[in-house]
């Protein structure tokens, strides 16, 4: 069974960053593309970045820049670095596979 743990979220100031980590087992982590969404209250769960199993990287418009996402096969992680977080950065994020989802991890950038 698949099984997605995000953490690292919490409260920061903006301009700070935060590092998410979702840990996956129930699969063969190397071989699947791994997302990082997240939904604000009010709003649709959007996607804000994406690594293949080659390591090959998306982002958001609105996040490009400023996070980075990245793995580490050997640990079945996957890391969300958020850099230079903003207000609008509020929101639950979560890790997802295969339209599986994790329980998110609540970020709130507010001074």
């Known amino acids: 069974q698949v099984q997605l743990v995000e953490s690292g979220g919490g409260l920061v100031q903006p301009g700070g960053s935060l590092t998410l980590s979702c840990a996956a087992s129930?699969?063969?982590?190397?071989?699947?593309?791994m997302g990082w969404y997240r939904q604000a209250p009010g709003k649709q769960r959007e996607l804000v970045a994406g690594?293949?199993?080659?390591?090959?990287?998306h982002y958001a418009d609105a996040v490009k820049g400023r996070f980075a996402i990245s793995r580490d096969n050997a640990k079945n992680t996957v890391y969300l670095q958020m850099n230079s977080l903003k207000p609008e950065d509020t929101a639950v994020y979560y890790c997802?596979?295969?339209?599986?989802w994790g329980q998110g991890t609540q970020v709130t950038v507010s001074s």
């Open positions: 997802s596979v295969q339209s599986r």
């Open positions: 129930g699969i063969i982590f190397r071989q699947y593309t």
């Open positions: 690594i293949t199993s080659s390591s090959y990287t």
